[in-house]
């Protein structure tokens, strides 16, 4: 029985010495690790970078130029004057600001107000409106892409507040005052060329 004891005592052993045999080939040796990562860094280093795909072939149009929003203002002009004031300027250089393009279409339309005949009212309107298209050259807005007209005294916005007033002479300062929204240029900017 003693002689069954050693063999089987041995094969236990020869077991047990197996496994751990295992274990340890299975256990990661940290110099050899290190050596693999080294080799490994050096051959993604050393290899050609990837080429990505090709891109599917997709006929694709640019994108549409954004059109600009139209823009306006209303320019106020002094009594039988054609000269842009300086608030007027101000008012126009902040409207220029808000361009992102010097490739517009500008509509300049001069309007007076009914005092005087409306002959000459109708050549004032359009000395504003020539007014506002040369300050508007002056700040590189190319002359070919502004529009101007004149209305004379035919589009009053004043409606019936200036109504019984007193004669329709220069000397009645309570009509000229009140009239004054009616001395304008109405600037329209419409979008690019």
Not at 90 to 105: C, I
Not at 137 to 156: L, M, N, Q
Request: charged residues 25%; hydrophobic residues 50%.
């Amino acid at each position: 029985m003693k002689s069954e004891f050693v063999v089987i005592a041995v094969v236990v052993s020869v077991l047990a010495v197996a496994v751990l045999l295992v274990l340890w080939l299975q256990k990661p040796d940290p110099l050899a690790v290190a050596v693999v990562e080294g080799l490994a860094e050096r051959q993604v280093a050393s290899a050609p970078p990837a080429v990505p795909p090709p891109a599917p072939l997709a006929v694709q149009s640019p994108a549409p130029a954004r059109p600009l929003e139209p823009m306006s203002a209303s320019l106020l002009f002094g009594f039988d004057r054609a000269e842009l004031g300086t608030a007027e300027a101000a008012k126009l250089d902040r409207l220029l600001a808000g361009l992102h393009a010097k490739a517009v279409r500008v509509e300049a339309i001069g309007h007076a107000d009914r005092i005087g005949p409306e002959a000459y009212n109708l050549r004032l309107s359009q000395r504003r409106a020539d007014a506002v298209k040369a300050y508007l050259v002056k700040k590189e807005i190319d002359p070919g892409a502004v529009r101007t007209s004149a209305k004379g005294e035919r589009e009053p916005v004043s409606g019936d507040a200036c109504v019984d007033m007193g004669p329709q002479v220069r000397r009645n300062v309570g009509l000229v005052e009140c009239l004054q929204p009616d001395r304008r240029v109405e600037l329209t900017v419409l979008g690019a060329i």
